[in-house]
């Protein structure tokens, strides 16, 4: 049973080109989230949603636009993909929301993340 | 801002050994949350252990243990009789907690990368 699952698992595709990563978590959590992992493993996070609502949004390129159709799905979707864009991008979701338009302090449990290669 | 700092870009050892892993973090505020997740060659972020700031006590997940020490901003993992399968990159991470309720996510350290030999 996956409990937070994302597609594709490998994205391979060219400079300029627009793509989608999708989310899904099947823990009930309200919560989910979208961190960059660069080539030397450093992780940071770029967006949360709370229940569909953004209410985290780090300093990321205007390229990069998160949408959450629901609470179970988060998904990124990247125009004109740059060499710079090439990252494993990880997926996670917490149970709960925090107050005052923040995310929760609950744990986050991670997706298997998608490793992006721009050519 | 805050920071998190992992010392340690390697370490090696043999199995069966223990094994710790430093990290220290930088923040003015009081209450917070402190995570070491593992990733193994798999890429998959796996929860290894969370600690509350508030809490004195250190937190423990079988083999797993961590030493807290509030006043030094520091939280290092240790892993006893460790095992093949422990071979991984350890990331520590510090989660604020603001007074209101609620969070900003994960600040993550650079990582750890482990290595049990046989």
């Known amino acids: 049973d996956t409990a937070v699952s994302q597609t594709p698992k490998y994205l391979v595709t060219q400079m300029g080109n627009d793509k989608s990563i999708k989310c899904e978590q099947n823990l009930g959590h309200d919560t989910m989230y979208w961190y960059k992992q660069d080539s030397k493993k450093f992780l940071k996070i770029m967006f949360s949603?709370?229940?569909?609502?953004?209410?985290i949004n780090e300093t990321v390129p205007n390229r990069f636009s998160p949408k959450s159709p629901d609470k179970a799905h988060l998904n990124l979707h990247i125009n004109s993909l740059e060499l710079g864009d090439s990252a494993v991008y990880f997926c996670a979701s917490s149970q709960t929301g925090g107050n005052s338009g923040r995310a929760s302090t609950d744990t986050q449990y991670f997706g298997p993340g998608t490793r992006l290669t721009v050519l | 801002a805050q920071t998190v700092t992992q010392s340690q870009p390697e370490m090696s050892v043999q199995e069966a050994e223990t094994v710790t892993l430093s990290c220290t973090y930088d923040?003015?505020?009081?209450?917070?949350?402190l995570f070491w997740y593992k990733q193994p060659p798999s890429r998959q972020m796996i929860l290894v252990i969370r600690?509350?700031?508030?809490?004195?006590q250190n937190a423990t997940e079988n083999r797993f243990s961590v030493n807290f020490q509030k006043a030094a901003k520091s939280f290092s993992l240790k892993i006893s009789d460790s095992q093949l399968g422990d071979t991984a990159m350890y990331f520590c991470?510090?989660?604020?907690?603001?007074?209101?309720?609620?969070?900003?996510?994960?600040?993550f350290g650079k990582g750890t990368h482990l290595i049990i030999q046989p």
């Open positions: 600690q509350e700031a508030y809490k004195q």
């Open positions: 991470a510090f989660m604020l907690d603001y007074s209101g309720g609620g969070a900003d996510g994960l600040t």
């Open positions: 923040t003015s505020e009081n209450n917070y949350y």
């Open positions: 949603y709370n229940n569909k609502e953004l209410i």
